[in-house]
């Protein structure tokens, strides 16, 4: 579905979010149409990644339908967008003026996007799409505040990237050898890998942090085209050449990895307070009712693109 929807997901942790206290009652419930947004979004995405038969689907155990499960998904998102409402407005976040008027556009430029097909299996008026992107951008916001102190400063040497070409052998006069042989003139460091090595690949991008570069630091200090000496791991025995000592692209991916990963975990920490606090669970019935296998040429499927056009963010 939407990509809020994976880091709110993920951002809880899996005891859930059943706590009771005298705060339940001022969770309040999100009207039917702008629930059947999210719904939409969600049902669409799966049939343009499957096919529309995926709803005739039960789950693993055969007791439930794998639309009910995808409801339930839904149902979640939904609870948690109801109790990131009451953190924000205990931390007295709100939507500026500026923003207000973005949501505006973003849901005039929705509300266009929908075919009739659309309209007729949400049931939406115009305050519910810009309810929906609302709070949408209020969630987004409060997940902000709550992880605002994630460093950004993250540097390219410890987010860095780099490809290399390897060899792996088993027998250490052979490792030896080879490297005398890669490191000759006119020497194939490609044709060597592909007929000596144990291992079917011979290309690979190591990252700061991932097993290789644990095991063999020393690789991001060669520069291009260097070869590194023999390097012995347990009964192997590895040979790298370097193709590109700083993958531009591939190292700001790991940089928003990482960071994506601190503020995670900044947010876990901070919120802890608030899941013990608070209890929401949506019991309005119209959960009951809502069927996926319906509105089979409901076809929208913009919500995050259009919200991400007017408020874009490299980490989501």
Not at 33 to 46: C, H
Not at 239 to 249: G, N, T
Request: hydrophobic share 40%.
């Amino acid at each position: 579905m939407l990509s809020l929807m994976l880091i709110i997901t993920n951002l809880f942790s899996c005891k859930g979010i059943e706590f009771a206290n005298q705060k339940t009652a001022i969770a309040k419930e999100l009207p039917l149409g702008e629930v059947m947004i999210f719904v939409a979004e969600e049902k669409n995405k799966y049939e343009n990644r499957f096919n529309k038969e995926i709803w005739n689907l039960k789950s693993g155990d055969g007791t439930a339908y794998f639309k009910d499960y995808v409801v339930n998904t839904v149902k979640r998102f939904v609870e948690k967008i109801m109790k990131l409402k009451l953190v924000a407005s205990d931390l007295n976040v709100i939507i500026t003026q500026k923003d207000e008027e973005l949501i505006l556009k973003a849901s005039e430029e929705y509300k266009e996007a929908l075919s009739y097909a659309d309209l007729e299996f949400i049931d939406c008026s115009d305050e519910d799409i810009v309810n929906a992107f609302r709070d949408y951008h209020l969630s987004r916001l409060v997940i902000n505040n709550l992880s605002k102190n994630a460093s950004s400063e993250i540097s390219i040497s410890e987010a860095k990237v780099i490809n290399v070409q390897y060899i792996v052998l088993e027998n250490r006069d052979l490792a030896y050898q080879t490297l005398e042989d890669v490191k000759a003139k006119g020497a194939s460091f490609a044709y060597f890998a592909k007929t000596r090595s144990v291992d079917t690949n011979i290309e690979m991008l190591i990252k700061r942090g991932d097993e290789y570069s644990v095991r063999f630091p020393e690789l991001f200090y060669l520069s291009k085209g260097q070869i590194s000496d023999v390097f012995q791991y347990r009964n192997r025995y590895y040979i790298f050449r370097c193709l590109s000592d700083y993958m531009a692209e591939e190292t700001e991916a790991r940089r928003l990895e990482i960071l994506r990963t601190m503020k995670n975990s900044e947010f876990n920490d901070n919120f802890a307070k608030f899941d013990e606090e608070y209890r929401v669970v949506s019991n309005s019935s119209y959960w009951k009712e809502i069927d996926l296998s319906v509105g089979e040429d409901s076809t929208i499927n913009k919500f995050e693109e259009i919200y991400y056009r007017y408020f874009p963010k490299k980490i989501r």
